[in-house]
């Protein structure tokens, strides 16, 4: 078995490479219409990269879908730059990434600039109210089942249990996940003898939070600047783990809770609009940067966010399998992600606040989950179909 794995990855190897002109139209159409969220994407991704152009085996797509939920960042996009390294070296890096995020970035930035002239308009609103509360059923059942499979032991649960509450009760995002990750391999009971031959793996893992620092003691002020806008965004992306749903809890502490430069109502548009659009969700950013500082906020909120993944996939791509390997690297990671489950659950409940509003938005929210949980319908007809009965509705 593994004889014929390592033929296959040869095989691969030396097929020729890819044409930038190729990666980049294949990433584009990819891009413009991977609607339905990370696991859509990455299947999207399989169905083309290895059964219709077989450009990687399905032995080496695995391995590169393991890889990316050992660093932060969104799953799909790394897949893509992943694909795009592999392909065509370090030009097919960044034509692969960027062409896989331009199309969301474009279509989201229309959205932003509709939003911020016309977000009165009674059609508009209508759209707003009704797909609010089929966002957070969406994000409820990402929630479910993500936990099913992140929390594997006792402890994990307690763990995510703690790092719930202590959110609720003011605790700091990034101190609750790190916290949680050094936590956990303590709570395995890891030897000495696995913790000193895992030592570069270990540092490899926590190479995420070594920006974390300098970018959390930075004073925000009242008004917006496009370098705060950068920074905080090129923080989210450097330590978010876990489902980019997860990005809602960041998005809810920082701008609208510590600093006031949005409104847990244009947080919730903003997740609306990420959830209709095709592409990363992580686009989020591209919406919010708009409404606060325009074209050039847009743009800095989206470099921001999306710089760390081109980053760590570079500088982690060749010694990813041996963070694979280490127990004490996977437990880090796996306290990790369900404190980021946690403070999914955390910013679920304070959003939940303000979708729910009305017997309308209550049924709405009640009738999704059912669908969701019971059928294996596309998230993204839930939205549109919410968006319609908007529009029909007011």
């Avoid at 030897?191 to 030592?199: E, L, M, V, Y």
């Avoid at 809810?252 to 903003?270: F, I, K």
């Avoid at 179909?385 to 529009?391: D, K, P, T």
Wanted: aromatic letters at 8%; charged letters at 10%.
């Amino acid at each position: 078995m593994h004889a014929n794995r390592a033929v296959n990855r040869r095989k691969a190897f030396r097929t020729p490479p890819t044409p930038l002109w190729e990666l980049a139209c294949v990433f584009l159409k990819l891009g413009a219409t991977a609607f339905g969220g990370p696991a859509v994407h990455i299947a999207l991704l399989e169905q083309e990269v290895v059964r219709r152009r077989r450009w990687l085996t399905h032995e080496e797509f695995l391995d590169l879908l393991g890889a990316t939920n050992l660093i932060p960042g969104p799953n799909s996009t790394e897949m893509a730059i992943h694909i795009g390294l592999r392909r065509a070296g370090w030009p097919g890096l960044m034509v692969a990434g960027v062409c896989f995020i331009v199309p969301a970035f474009l279509t989201v930035l229309g959205c932003a600039w509709f939003y911020v002239r016309y977000a009165q308009l009674p059609q508009l609103q209508g759209i707003l109210h009704s797909v609010k509360p089929v966002v957070l059923a969406i994000v409820l059942q990402a929630l479910w089942r993500l936990a099913r499979s992140a929390i594997k032991t006792r402890w994990l649960g307690a763990v995510a249990v703690a790092a719930f509450v202590a959110n609720l009760l003011g605790g700091h995002e990034l101190l609750l996940l790190l916290l949680a990750g050094l936590v956990v391999p303590v709570l395995r009971g890891s030897s000495a003898n696995t913790t000193r031959s895992s030592g570069t793996s270990v540092r490899a893992v926590a190479l995420p939070f070594l920006p974390l620092g300098l970018v959390s003691a930075h004073a925000a002020g009242t008004a917006v600047g496009l370098g705060q806008l950068f920074l905080f965004f090129l923080k989210v992306g450097s330590v978010l783990f876990g489902s980019g749903y997860v990005l809602l809890a960041f998005l809810r502490a920082d701008l609208v809770e510590r600093w006031g430069w949005l409104t847990e109502t244009q947080l919730l548009d903003a997740v609306a609009v990420g959830q209709v659009t095709p592409g990363p969700v992580f686009t989020t950013a591209t919406f919010i940067g708009y409404v606060l500082a325009g074209g050039p906020g847009a743009c800095v909120a989206t470099i921001g966010i999306f710089l760390p993944a081109f980053i760590f996939v570079a500088l982690t791509a060749r010694i990813l399998p041996r963070i694979r390997q280490s127990a004490v690297a996977g437990a880090f990671l796996d306290g990790v992600n369900v404190a980021s489950l946690a403070l999914m659950g955390a910013v679920t409940w304070h959003l939940g606040r303000s979708a729910f509003v009305d017997t309308t938005s209550v049924a709405l929210g009640v009738a999704s989950a059912a669908v969701l949980l019971t059928t294996r319908l596309n998230p993204t007809w839930m939205v549109l179909v919410a968006a319609l009965a908007g529009i029909l509705l007011r």
